[in-house]
């Protein structure tokens, strides 16, 4: 059987991935005093450690847990699920792992130019087709495909965490926090940075802004909307609402952001996802 591994930007922790037969990686973070790795400790906590002025960083897993996960499954051919290149250096560390491994050809890296909901559905197709006896080669056809198929935008509350991540220059995030404005960015075809996409007033005008762009783009039944999020669940249950009235019939899925996505978009980011079933 085809073993997949992943790490936390799928949103699957330890012992989920151990429940669907994966191996989750977790991601590194830091905060004040804290060290721990993505997904560990409430996210309540952690947001609350933020709003005391403590600022979070993040990092990709270590060589050595890759290794030690490539290593654990000799004898088994490997796919590794990795979140989008460019965005964090978990790609990297994975095809870096992969060249220490003594199990080395058995080993698939994809960079999977996504994260969060899309990388997740990802996963659990991979460790479905796995568990049916599917051939590496097949899974491997099976997320390519669906790779071309997926869009992600991010709607952050707070300009700060754009404009330090150097998204936003610090006059337009001025201007913009003075309108009042939210400000949406979406993530590149490839997969390797995050483009502003534009500002709608309030966040219900930068929801419709996304919404209005996914009928563009023929967004519906065959397709899955993930809506992620900074721990904001009314924000959602609005979202959700626009949604059911806007699309029809799709399939709606909501999962709270981790650590390392917060760290990255602020407390109370939206993260508005599809993909192709």
């Given at each position: 059987?085809?073993?997949i591994?992943?790490d936390?930007?799928?949103l699957?922790?330890?012992?989920?991935?151990?429940?669907?037969?994966?191996?989750?990686?977790?991601?590194c973070?830091?905060?004040?005093?804290k060290?721990?790795?993505?997904?560990?400790?409430?996210?309540?906590?952690?947001?609350?450690?933020?709003?005391?002025?403590?600022?979070?960083?993040s990092?990709?897993p270590p060589?050595?847990?890759v290794?030690?996960?490539?290593?654990?499954?000799?004898?088994?051919?490997?796919?590794n699920l990795?979140?989008?290149?460019?965005?964090s250096?978990?790609y990297?560390?994975?095809c870096g792992?992969r060249?220490?491994a003594?199990?080395?050809?058995?080993?698939?890296?994809?960079?999977?130019?996504?994260?969060?909901?899309?990388?997740r559905?990802?996963?659990e197709?991979?460790?479905?087709?796995?568990?049916?006896?599917?051939?590496?080669?097949?899974?491997?056809?099976?997320?390519?495909?669906?790779?071309?198929?997926?869009?992600?935008?991010?709607?952050?509350?707070d300009?700060?965490?754009?404009r330090?991540?150097?998204?936003?220059?610090?006059?337009?995030?001025?201007?913009?926090?003075?309108?009042?404005?939210?400000?949406?960015?979406?993530?590149?075809?490839?997969g390797?940075?995050?483009?502003?996409?534009?500002?709608?007033?309030?966040?219900?005008?930068?929801?419709k802004?996304?919404?209005?762009?996914?009928?563009?783009?023929?967004?519906g039944?065959?397709?899955?909307?993930?809506?992620?999020?900074?721990?904001?669940p009314?924000?959602?249950?609005?979202?959700?609402?626009?949604?059911?009235?806007?699309?029809?019939?799709?399939?709606?899925?909501?999962?709270?952001?981790?650590?390392?996505f917060?760290?990255?978009?602020?407390?109370?980011c939206?993260?508005?996802q599809h993909?192709?079933?």
């Amino acid at each position: 059987m085809v073993q997949i591994i992943s790490d936390s930007s799928s949103l699957f922790t330890k012992e989920e991935g151990k429940e669907l037969g994966i191996i989750s990686i977790p991601l590194c973070v830091n905060i004040g005093e804290k060290d721990f790795r993505d997904l560990e400790i409430p996210i309540e906590e952690f947001i609350g450690d933020i709003r005391k002025g403590q600022i979070p960083s993040s990092s990709q897993p270590p060589i050595g847990d890759v290794l030690d996960a490539y290593e654990s499954c000799q004898g088994s051919e490997i796919i590794n699920l990795t979140m989008a290149d460019g965005l964090s250096g978990t790609y990297q560390t994975a095809c870096g792992a992969r060249e220490m491994a003594k199990n080395r050809e058995d080993i698939t890296v994809i960079n999977t130019r996504t994260l969060c909901g899309p990388h997740r559905y990802l996963v659990e197709c991979a460790a479905a087709m796995a568990k049916e006896g599917r051939s590496k080669e097949e899974i491997i056809s099976m997320v390519e495909d669906k790779i071309e198929h997926t869009k992600s935008y991010l709607i952050p509350q707070d300009f700060e965490y754009l404009r330090r991540g150097g998204r936003l220059s610090p006059t337009v995030a001025f201007v913009g926090s003075l309108l009042n404005l939210k400000p949406v960015v979406v993530l590149t075809k490839t997969g390797t940075s995050l483009d502003k996409f534009g500002a709608g007033r309030m966040l219900k005008g930068a929801v419709k802004l996304v919404f209005k762009q996914m009928k563009r783009d023929q967004v519906g039944e065959k397709d899955i909307l993930y809506i992620a999020h900074g721990n904001v669940p009314k924000d959602v249950e609005e979202i959700q609402e626009i949604a059911q009235r806007e699309f029809p019939g799709i399939e709606i899925r909501v999962h709270c952001l981790s650590h390392v996505f917060i760290t990255q978009g602020g407390p109370g980011c939206v993260a508005i996802q599809h993909i192709r079933r």
